[in-house]
């Protein structure tokens, strides 16, 4: 049997190899420091009081530009065989739109058979521009998250906006830290960002600018992102 994988240790190291790579060691050390200590099996109270710390100590240590490049590099990423045929279009044709329509017909294809929704719900998720592709304006695609799977209903349902944050973010951490009375920079949010970079890297086969417009870590409705997609740097 396959031993199983701890995610936070995983994350960790993803963040450490960051650091280390982008800032530096010295940089790496103080942001890192008692990040050994923690785990899957960790309380979430030990996790969101780490990455409170840490998320200070980053943004003390270094300017906005380099802390999204060390946090956008944490990230989740979607396969990239999924963005193949996507990639070969854009590579053939040089049309973002084609691109962009073919991840459109990915989440929609998603919503329908994975999650097993129906037209209206999908229709309703559509018309907000929530998901994989995002909306176009020029040379940049604003893309906005959809709520975490699991918890769709039961955001769409509630009416409390306090409550709808807690359903919305993909990400524990940051679910339990919106239902205690921690708060954690939004500098953490540009992990959530590099889903979106890799993405569009992986279609374009160069670099993109991300950028967080908006979070529910920083009490925003959504979790929106600019990617700028001209060359960069």
Request: glycine residues 10%.
């Amino acid at each position: 049997m396959p031993e199983q994988v701890d995610f936070e240790r995983a994350w960790l190291t993803k963040l450490s190899g960051s650091l280390d790579e982008v800032a530096g060691a010295g940089v790496r050390a103080k942001v890192m420091q008692g990040s050994d200590r923690l785990s899957s099996a960790s309380s979430s109270r030990d996790v969101i009081g780490w990455s409170k710390a840490a998320m200070e100590r980053l943004d003390a240590l270094v300017d906005e530009d380099v802390r999204g490049r060390i946090m956008t590099a944490c990230a989740c990423r979607y396969p990239k065989s999924g963005l193949q045929p996507a990639r070969e279009k854009y590579a053939a044709t040089g049309d973002i739109d084609l691109a962009l329509g073919m991840l459109q017909e990915k989440f929609e294809a998603f919503l329908r058979g994975v999650l097993e929704l129906d037209d209206e719900l999908i229709g309703e998720i559509v018309k907000r521009g929530w998901g994989l592709a995002g909306v176009r304006k020029g040379d940049t695609i604003i893309a906005t998250k959809i709520p975490k799977s699991g918890y769709l209903i039961e955001y769409m349902n509630e009416a409390d906006p306090v409550k709808k944050r807690q359903y919305y973010c993909h990400c524990p951490r940051v679910r339990d830290a919106l239902k205690s009375s921690e708060t954690i920079s939004a500098t953490y949010c540009y992990c959530g960002a590099g889903y979106y970079k890799g993405i569009w890297e992986e279609i374009l086969q160069r670099p993109v600018r991300v950028e967080v417009l908006e979070s529910v870590l920083a009490g925003g409705e959504v979790c929106k992102v600019a990617v700028h997609l001209r060359s960069y740097p």
